[in-house]
C-alpha cells in the first residue's frame, strides 16, 4: 500500500527524521490558517498525489507571498494531474502539503527497499539527488551507491557512516546525516515498509539535514499490524473496481485493454495476459481469483469485471485443481443471468467434472463458449472482440 | 529415487485441524502420503482425520520420527510455526501459507542460517513426487510417475506444467512459491534435479520480479559434459504493466533484470528451450529432449 509524501513524513518524524514544518490542505480557507502559523517568507505548495513526476505536471510551486500560497493552492484543488506514472485519465488533486521551503546547499539520493535477491534490504544512495534516479542510474551508474543488508540484521552505525562518506559529507553534517539515515531505516522496518524513497536528502543551512520529498510503499500483508499505516489509506488513490475487488479479497488491477479477464493465481493470470498479447488482444485487467475458485467468488469476480465498461469480452480460465467444474459453470451462468450478458464470453475449465462444466456452459442461452484449451480459448475471445467493433 | 519427498518420508501436518489442514491432509492421505502426525498447540492427545495429534513439532519428532512438515498455520503465526520446525531439525519443511509479512521472513531467513533444514514456500503449491505422496495443495490426479522434473514459482502454472509433459511424468514436482523472501530458490531446485538419477528433463516455470531466473540460467550455463540435463522454461508476465509494484528502486537494485523478456533471453543463452506461452511447454520440453 502507498501513502502519500506528507503520511510518509508524519511518521518518519516520529523516528526522529529531520522534515520541514509543514501541513496538509483539503480547502483554500484552511491554507489561511497554516501560513499564517509557518510564518515562512517561502513555502512550497505540493499537490498531494500517488504518483511521481507531479512537478513536471504543475502539481508543485514555490511561492514567495502568503497571497501567492492562497492563489496555487486554490488553483491546485481539485486539478488533474498527468504524469507518465499515472492513467491517461490522470489523478485529482484532493490534499495539498504546505511547507517550509529551504535554500537547497546540496541534494542527494536515499532509498530503502526489500532485496528480493539477498532477502535483505538495500539501500540505494546517490551524490546525484533531487533528479531521476534511472537517468542517473544510466548515465552514471557509477555513482549510484547500493548497500547490502542481510536479512533481519539491523542498519549499524558503521554502515550509515559509510552512505554519508560516500555522499561527500563530512563534520556536522555527516553526523545529522548518520542520524537521519538510522532512523529512516528504524522507521521502515518498524513500520514493516517495502520502500523508503527519499529524494532529495537535502544538505541546508547551519549543516542541517532535511528530507524535501518521500515516496513509500508497506507490506500490505503486514497492514494488520501496522494499525496507523493501514489508517491512512486514501481511497481516492484507488480505481473504484479495485476497491471493490480488494473488499471481496480478489487480487485485481485494472489495465488499459478491452479484454476482461478473471483465472485462478497470479502465475496464470500474467500467463493468460501474456497469451492475450501474443495472439494481437490486450487485457483489460489482472485478474486472480486468490484462494480457491468456489462458485460465489467466481461469481463476485465475474460481475465486477462485467460492470468495467472498457470490457468488450471476457475470457475466464480457471484451472479449478480440486474444485468441480459443473459447480463453477453454475456459479457463472446464474451471474450471466444476474447481469442479462451480452457481451461474449470464452470460458475454459480444467478439473474434475470439466464435461458436465462445459454442457452446462453450452447449454445456458447466454452467448457463452467453452473451449478446451487455453491457447483456443486466447485466439477465439481476441477474434471476437474485434470482430465486434 | 525423485527428489525431497521419497518412501522414507515421515510427514507431519502443523496447523492440522484447521479448515486448510484438514482438507488437504485428507486430499493427501487419498493419495497414499505417509502423514505421522499432526500438530496444533492444545489439541495434542487426541485424533483427527485417525492420526494422532501433538501439542508441539519436537513432540511429534520424538514419538513419530518425522523429518518433513507441511505448513498450513495462519499468516500471523507462519513464521513461528516454521521456526518451530527448524529447532526440530526436520529435513524439509514445506510452507503453503499465503500472506506472511515480508519481514517475518527475512527473520526466518536470518534464523536459518546454517541450519540443515530446507525450506520450500511459503505461498506455494508444495511438493508432490508422483505414486510417494504429496505435502501441499498440487492435486494429485493431474500427475503422472515419470522422469520430468517441474520447479515453479506460480501455482497454478506447475498444474498446467503437469498436464502438459503427463506423456513423460514427473519425478517430482516442486512449487518454490512467488513471495520476494523464500526459501528454496531455481539453483537449489535445479541442483536437486540435476543431481537425481530418476530426472531426465527440467521445466522451470518463472515470473517477472527478482532476478532468481536469471542465477537458474547462469547456473544452467555451468553444467559441463555428461551432467547437463535438457531444461524448457516459461516466464510469465511478458504483456504485464511496468512498475506497479515496487517503483524505481526495485527495478535498479535489480539492475533491470526483472522484465520477462531479460529472463527468457537468460535463459536462452544458457541453452534453455524457452516457451513463448505457457500452452506450449510441453512441445518445448519433448524439443529439448529431442524427441
Known sequence: ?389 | MAVLLTKESKIICQGFTGAQGTFHSERAIEYNTNIVGGVTPEKGGTKHLDIPVFNTVAEAKKITGCNASGVFVPPPFAADAILEGVEAELDLIVCITDGIPTSDMQRVKREMKGSKTRLVGPNCPGVLTPGIGKIGIIPGHICRPGRIGVVSRSGTLSYESAVQTAKLGQSTIIGIGGDPVNGTNFVEALELFLNDPDTDGIVLIGEIGGTAEIEGAEFIRSWKGNSKKPVAAFVAGAAAPKGRKLGHAGAIVNSGDETADAKKDALRSAGVEVSDTITRIGESMMKAMGE
Open chain 1, 1 to 389: 500500500m502507498d501513502i502519500h509524501e506528507y503520511q510518509a513524513k508524519q511518521l518518519l518524524a516520529k523516528y526522529g527524521v529531520s522534515i520541514p514544518p509543514g501541513e496538509v490542505v483539503y480547502q483554500t480557507h484552511e491554507a489561511e490558517n497554516i501560513v499564517s502559523w509557518l510564518n515562512e517568507e517561502n513555502i512550497i505548495v505540493k499537490a498531494q498525489v500517488h504518483a511521481g513526476g507531479r512537478g513536471k505536471a504543475g502539481g508543485v510551486k514555490l511561492c514567495k507571498t502568503h497571497q501567492e500560497v492562497i492563489k496555487t493552492v486554490d488553483k491546485m484543488i481539485g486539478m488533474k494531474i498527468v504524469t507518465p506514472q499515472t492513467s491517461e485519465t490522470g489523478k485529482i488533486v484532493n490534499r495539498i502539503y504546505l511547507e517550509k521551503a529551504y535554500k537547497i546547499k546540496k541534494e542527494f539520493y536515499f532509498c530503502i527497499t526489500i532485496d528480493r535477491e539477498t532477502g535483505g534490504n538495500t539501500i540505494v544512495s546517490s551524490k546525484r539527488g533531487g533528479v531521476d534516479i534511472e537517468e542517473v542510474a544510466e548515465k552514471h551508474p557509477d555513482e549510484i551507491f547500493k548497500m547490502k543488508i542481510s536479512p533481519g540484521s539491523d542498519l549499524l552505525t558503521h554502515h550509515a557512516r559509510t552512505i554519508v562518506y560516500n555522499l561527500g559529507l563530512s563534520g556536522n553534517a555527516a553526523k545529522k546525516a548518520q542520524k537521519n539515515i538510522l532512523a529512516i531505516y528504524k522507521a521502515f522496518t518498524s513500520l514493516d515498509a517495502a520502500m523508503i524513497e527519499v529524494n532529495p536528502l537535502a544538505l541546508v543551512a547551519d549543516d542541517d539535514i532535511m528530507v524535501l520529498d518521500c515516496k513509500s510503499s508497506f507490506d500490505d500483508n503486514a497492514l494488520y499490524r501496522q494499525r496507523q499505516v493501514a489508517e491512512m489509506k486514501d481511497e481516492n488513490e484507488y480505481d473504484p473496481l479495485e476497491l471493490e475487488a480488494a473488499r471481496h479479497d480478489l487480487n485485481y488491477v485494472k489495465l488499459d485493454g478491452n479484454i476482461g479477464l478473471m483465472v485462478n493465481g497470479a502465475g496464470l493470470s500474467m500467463a493468460t495476459m501474456d497469451i492475450i498479447k501474443h495472439y494481437g488482444g490486450e487485457a483489460a485487467n489482472f485478474m486472480d481469483v486468490a484462494g480457491a475458485a468456489t462458485p460465489e467468488r467466481v461469481a463476485a469476480a465475474f460481475k465486477l469485471i462485467y460492470r468495467d465498461s472498457d470490457v468488450k469480452g471476457i475470457l475466464i480460465n480457471i484451472f479449478g485443481g480440486m474444485m468441480r467444474c459443473n459447480d463453477i459453470a453454475e456459479g457463472l451462468v446464474n451471474a450471466s443471468k444476474e447481469v442479462g450478458l451480452d457481451k461474449p464470453l470464452v470460458v475454459r475449465l480444467e478439473g474434475t467434472n470439466v464435461e458436465m462444466g462445459m454442457e452446462i456452459l453450452k447449454n445456458s442461452g447466454f452467448p457463452i463458449k467453452p473451449v478446451d484449451t487455453m491457447e483456443q480459448a486466447a485466439k477465439d475471445v481476441v477474434e471476437m472482440v474485434k470482430e465486434k467493433k
